[in-house]
């Protein structure tokens, strides 16, 4: 079982939660935002068990197997 990570809670983030849905050897495990409320309503839609406020919080997750980056290309920088 593949758990993944998502950073960012939007439209295309949706997207991608809802596909998953369809892979039985995956699951999406943790969400992460800038927007609590949004994060927790993510959550709930898609049965989240994990919730970030801090990106770098769910990339330092050990239980995170994969991440699908759905932030706006602006934010697609390395540190």
């Given amino acids: 079982m593949i ?3 998502i950073l960012g809670a939007g439209y295309i983030a949706t997207r991608f939660a809802t596909a998953l849905q369809h892979e039985a050897e995956s ?3 943790a ?3 800038r927007n609590e409320l949004k994060i927790e ?3 709930d839609k898609f049965g989240v068990e994990k ?3 801090s990106h770098d919080e769910l990339l330092l997750d050990p239980d995170v197997d994969a ?3 759905a932030l706006p290309t602006y934010s697609h920088r390395s540190r």
């Fill in 3 to 5: 758990k993944w990570g």
């Fill in 27 to 29: 699951k999406l495990y």
């Fill in 31 to 33: 969400i992460s935002g």
């Fill in 41 to 43: 309503k993510f959550s």
């Fill in 51 to 53: 919730q970030y406020i």
């Fill in 67 to 69: 991440i699908y980056l």
